[in-house]
DNA sequence: GTTCAAATGAAACAATGTTGCAAATATAAC
DNA sequence: GTTATATTTGCAACATTGTTTCATTTGAAC
């Protein structure tokens, strides 16, 4: 992924807290909290802007939130650059174990039927369990 | 609903603070914020006091918590005093036009296949757009 | 290099989450 | 009703996150 040439598509000017941030996304396989990018990124930039990238870097749909509990929220890269990617429901996945968050682009939601005259905008599904490899994990303890 | 029973069922003592909370959310149709209930309530209680009875009622299992954003928790009864209730996921409609929490009773979300591996503790979905009396509003405006 | 809009950093503030500890209170035993 | 005890409350103090304002700095277009 050339970060860089993403920044100029989606109209953002190239900067150092952007570009680190970026990378530090795409770096990792699964979706970072701001006190992880953060720890990755060193102590460089401003917490304000900090925050303000981010927001600016959802607004032009590069990443995404993903809001586990109100203490706890993690973003990541929004590798699909189709736009028909916002009506899909969004499925992620907490585990409770290891605390890392996945994007479950594999899981759908089958179907929900909302009462008469609402209309759905978004749809956000967070699974809290347990993972495969924590389950593992788990399993390979109990059997000692 | 009687409030002082239940507490006493839950084996939680009858305070002041609890009480108040118990009856804002039992007179009230739809789950509310923390804001919401403090000013039904006034100024009475220490936020500590507020923010520690809502723990100690949210883990015997009387309300639970809606996060519909980092920024925007609600909170509602559990009406429902089945156990299994806890199995069934629960389905939330937030209203970005009136900022109104529904717990939808009757939507249910059919069903989603985790990876091999992976177990499902709980699961919350969020569903954001426009509820009944909203969507109506909006086309009269339209209509006119 | 100059210019101008955009982004940053600093200060300041609001809201929320959390702990430790002393004082107050609910409940149970008497 | 009084007393004892464990729970709960209120206060202080602190951490994290979200947000605005404004002066300064920076990116990129010319």
Redesign the pocket.
Known sequence: MNV?EL??SH????????VAILNVLNNSKIPQ???EI?QAIGD?????????????LIEVGMIHKIVID??L?KYALNNCTDEHVHEVDHVHFYCKTCSKVMCMEEVKIMLYVLPQGYSKNECDVVIKGCCGSCEKFVLGKHEN
């Open positions: 860089i920044l100029k109209q953002l000017k190239k900067t150092a807290p952007r909290s701001e006190s953060k460089l930039y401003d917490r304000i802007t900090f925050y303000r990238s981010m927001h600016s109100n203490t929220v």
